[in-house]
């Protein structure tokens, strides 16, 4: 079992930054790939991004490539997922996933789920 903590959620303004956390605890957090995804009401969950067990290579959707920035440290079990320049169409709920293997994009490929943290952008 892994088990995933997001924090760092909450109400910015359009334009603002957000900087989102997921903490790791109980598997080697270096064999798996670690993916956000996100919620807004009423529609599906979606793909925002993903990087490899090793940090080498990391995956965008297209709606945010250039304005989030996902990092991870192995040292701490953690990935991080930098937002600048939010829009108020990036509100929804952000969750931290984690799966073996290959980086793929998803939802129900992954295995373990966090929570979620709520990011609200206000225009």
């Known amino acids: 079992q892994v088990q995933l903590v997001e924090s760092g959620g909450g109400l910015v303004q359009a334009g603002g930054s957000l900087k989102l956390s997921c903490a790791a605890s109980?598997?080697?957090?270096?064999?798996?790939?670690m993916g956000w995804f996100r919620q807004a009401p009423g529609k599906e969950r979606e793909f925002v991004v993903a990087?490899?067990?090793?940090?080498?290579?990391?995956y965008y959707a297209d709606s945010v490539k250039g304005r989030f920035t996902i990092s991870r440290d192995n040292a701490k079990n953690t990935v991080y997922l930098q937002m600048n320049s939010l829009k108020p169409e990036d509100t929804a709920v952000y969750y931290c996933?984690?799966?073996?293997?290959?980086?793929?994009?998803?939802?129900?490929?992954?295995?373990?789920w966090g929570q979620g943290t709520q990011v609200t952008v206000s225009s």
């Open positions: 996933a984690a799966r073996r293997s290959r980086v793929l994009t998803t939802p129900q490929e992954y295995d373990y």
């Open positions: 109980g598997r080697t957090f270096t064999n798996y790939v």
């Open positions: 990087i490899s067990s090793s940090g080498g290579s990391t």
